[in-house]
């Protein structure tokens, strides 16, 4: 028995509004951690299209077409699918190409920027996709296993997305709320921009008690912790699982656990 009443008025999280007359029964997808999110929810059937770095589950994602990647999708692929709904993020993905979209579809974009903000996006998904009280039991899961996190002591840390030139989580970013979520302090949150620009000086200057070198978006490897060693000696640098951090919607039901295990060698 259907749990949304159709036709429905549906209001993305930038406040933009389309009506869809009934579940999506083509859906494409424009953010990898929104795909995760669809296999949870059991709308995997519905998925018609993703980009190429929507890469999870593997056992079964290989089967959706791919629509280039997250900042240049195939436009004109995506239109030729005809899709009931498109999926998108207002970080992840290029305005211009979003406002294209929009033209012809149904296009429902997120805006996450902590906790509270996902668990209303995926309710909201939950709500287009006719999976509401699904969506709900994910939500009351995240709520809970964050529940059990043993805070930091207020530890000094940088998160580095990126290198050549280096580039660090700022304000305003998923990644430092869960930063904050996990007390610990960003020593670049002040700094101008989302994902500053940052030089060895900068980084002496602010002498972080922990580096966290991220997987993704740029691959740091052990060879780097080693480069960063010789500029900070006494931080403590770990590579981290960037899909943990900052993969927003369901994967972080996997956050928390994976947190415990990084207090715990961090702080031995």
Known sequence: MPLTNYPITAIDQLGFSFTLNQPPKSIVSLVPSITITLFDLGVAKSIIGRTKFCIHPKSTVKSISIIGGTKNLDIEKILSLQPDLILANKEENEKAQI???KQHCNVYVSDVKDLYTNNEMIEQIGWLTNTYDRANQIINQIN?????ITPFSKQKVAYFIWRQP????????????????LNLVNVFENFEGRYPIINIDQLKQVSPDFIFLSSEPYP????????????????KIVLVDGELFSWFGSKMIKTPSYIKTLYTMLTS
């Open 144 to 148: 809970e296993v964050f529940k059990s």
């Open 220 to 235: 740091f490897k052990s060879k780097h912790i080693e480069e960063l060693k010789s500029i900070v000696p006494n931080a």
């Open 166 to 181: 280096y580039m660090v989580a700022g304000n305003n970013t998923f990644i430092n709320h869960l930063l904050k979520r």
């Open 99 to 101: 406002e294209a979209l």
